[in-house]
């Protein structure tokens, strides 16, 4: 128990995934302009993530690996993460198809967002049993929707306020925050260890 608890707030703030690792770039910085966008691309990233992760683990430990075919479980985690993105295209397009249409071409993508398989790969490397994986992978991606809410937040005060140059906007301005509150994160540097 108190191994997962390590683990759960470890990828929270000591290996936030986007602020330590850099990964998840691309829908951090298109998705972080406005509370409500960065909300929900968040939860439907946490969903990913984590069913991604409970299908990749028994998929590479009960399949891949007694059948000694560990070479390609990047395709097979590749094709996995796909056909959850396409799941929750059709339950998103059923459900909430206003907020569908606000991530456009995002929703797709998370596809090819880098956390998705990182994480995969991550709990493969670090030889996570399966419940290790599970709360790794849910506290990775709690860790990238603090992330992309808190930069979410300065930049929606940011525009508020008007006083950032035009050269700024946008995602020159997301990286800057961004990159201080990573350097702030470093504070946490060794305090707990994954």
């Given amino acids: 128990m108190t191994k997962l608890l390590i683990i ?24 972080s302009r406005s509370m409500k966008t960065a909300v929900g691309m968040s939860i439907a990233v946490v969903f990913v993530v984590v069913l991604t992760a409970a299908i990749n683990w028994p998929v590479y430990h009960l399949i891949l690996v007694p059948y000694k075919s560990e070479i390609i479980y990047y395709i097979v985690f590749i094709i996995v993460i796909a056909a959850t993105v396409q799941l929750l295209e059709m339950i998103m397009g059923k459900f909430f198809p206003v907020l569908e249409a606000m991530f456009g071409i995002f929703l797709p993508l998370i596809t090819v967002n880098c956390i998705v398989l990182a994480v995969s790969l991550f709990m493969v490397l670090r030889n996570y049993s399966f419940r290790e994986s599970i709360v790794f992978a849910f506290g990775s991606s709690v860790g990238w929707m603090f992330a992309i809410i808190v930069v979410a937040a300065i930049n929606e005060k940011l525009n508020l306020i008007g006083d950032i140059p035009d050269g700024l906007k946008g995602p020159g301005i997301v990286l800057i925050i961004a990159g201080i509150i990573s350097l702030a994160f470093l504070g946490f540097a060794g305090m707990v260890n994954l």
């Avoid at 759960?8 to 998705?31: D, E, Q, R, V």
């Fill in 8 to 31: 759960f707030f470890a990828t929270i703030w000591t290996n936030n995934i986007a602020f330590t690792y850099i990964l998840g770039m691309c829908p951090f910085i298109s998705l």
